[in-house]
């Protein structure tokens, strides 16, 4: 900071303030300035700047359970567009869908001193405070654990279960399959949840031999979808509950060149070169990280009203084209 402030002709006071974007220098000064930053190649050390009482990170933390979900890399690019408004960077760590490692993320960031925490959490249990989480704040994404101690932001998951369900019910669909991940995880357990409330509510006795669940791959979506479709009595029907899942059924549905109604819960990359029609829930996994994101910073900004729960908008939407079988060779 001395060499930069000899070079501009200026105090240290004055470089620091540039450096931490006061509003009292002047235009001309602070160019000067600058360009005296650049010429010398000067940049602030953060670890240093950190152990001053009072001082920010100007870091961020997401945790997420899947680093190759299109789903998760929109939420992260989402939360990214925000905190590089407000000059913080995003850290991400992911889970693999393991409750441990969450915790250990969790404590990881903390140690890190995150400003704040987004989290896609992998379990419906909280994180438990022995990980530090409670001295930072916390805005949950897509998946809240029980309680309702922090902020988050959700899909509208009942609405979207509701437009496909109620389609595929009027449409004369009676033995409507599900095909599910994980019972624990919060989006699992509402769409499953709001399933077989809808049905119930049109007369149909839900049937659990027609529920896989615990599927946490496409290839395991798509064994699952294959042996309902081989059963005695097949649905004519299937609901998937996230990307993954659709794209299992969706393999299974070709292999077998059956013809079966399709609807899952996000969007599909290529889903309009899809074979036959599918109906997808849809919605911008953008927004969910955009929103949450903002929702921390006006935490981190010392906004202490009362925990917040939004919602993102579903709508569902039909892609692809009518079913003419399998594909030509």
């Keep these: 900071m001395r060499d930069v402030a000899a070079r501009a002709g200026v105090?240290?006071?004055?470089?620091?303030?540039?450096?931490?974007?006061?509003?009292?220098?002047?235009?001309?000064?602070r160019a000067r300035v600058e360009q005296a930053i650049a010429e010398t190649g000067f940049h602030r050390n953060e670890v240093a700047r950190m152990l001053r009482p009072g001082q920010s990170s100007s870091t961020i933390g997401?945790?997420?359970?899947?680093?190759?979900?299109?789903?998760?890399?929109a939420v992260a690019a989402g939360a990214v567009q925000v905190a590089k408004s407000r000059d913080h960077v995003l850290l991400i760590g992911s889970t693999q869908r393991d409750q441990d490692t969450e915790r250990e993320l969790a404590r990881e960031f903390v140690r890190r001193q995150v400003d704040g925490l987004l989290i896609v959490s992998s379990d419906r249990s909280p994180?438990?405070?022995?990980?530090?989480?409670?001295?930072?704040?916390?805005?949950?994404?897509?998946?809240?654990?029980?309680?309702g101690r922090y902020d988050r932001v959700l899909l509208d998951n009942h609405s979207g279960v509701k437009a496909a369900l109620t389609?595929?019910?009027?449409?004369?669909?009676?033995r409507i399959a599900y095909i599910g991940g994980s019972p624990r995880a919060m989006t699992g357990a509402t769409r499953l949840q709001s399933y077989k409330k809808l049905l119930s509510q049109r007369g149909v006795t839900p049937d659990p031999s027609l529920i896989s669940m615990h599927n946490y791959s496409t290839d395991a979506a798509r064994e699952a979808t294959i042996a309902l479709l081989r059963a005695d009595d097949p649905p004519t029907a299937i609901f998937s509950d996230n990307n993954r899942m659709t794209l299992?059924?969706?393999?299974?549905?070709?292999?077998?060149?059956?013809?079966?109604?399709?609807?899952?819960?996000?969007?599909?990359?290529?889903?309009?070169?899809?074979p036959f029609e599918v109906d997808l829930i849809v919605y911008s996994p953008s927004d969910l990280g955009r929103?949450?994101?903002?929702?921390l910073f006006r935490r981190i900004d010392g906004d202490?009203?009362?925990v917040r729960t939004l919602r993102v908008p579903?709508?569902?939407?039909?892609?692809?084209?009518?079913?003419?079988?399998?594909?030509?060779?």
Excluded: C
Excluded at 314 to 329: A, I, K
């Design 11 to 29: 105090g240290v006071g004055t470089v620091s303030r540039v450096v931490n974007k006061s509003a009292s220098v002047s235009p001309e000064t």
């Design 62 to 73: 997401l945790i997420i359970d899947d680093l190759e979900n299109p789903f998760t890399s």
């Design 127 to 147: 994180i438990d405070e022995t990980t530090g989480i409670s001295s930072v704040p916390v805005v949950y994404l897509d998946r809240a654990p029980a309680g």
């Design 167 to 174: 389609r595929m019910l009027d449409a004369g669909h009676r």
């Design 248 to 274: 299992g059924a969706i393999q299974a549905v070709t292999t077998l060149g059956v013809e079966v109604d399709l609807a899952g819960f996000d969007d599909l990359e290529l889903a309009d070169l899809l």
């Design 291 to 295: 929103r949450g994101a903002e929702q």
């Design 304 to 306: 202490h009203g009362p």
């Design 314 to 329: 579903t709508r569902l939407d039909r892609r692809g084209r009518r079913f003419v079988g399998l594909l030509p060779t």
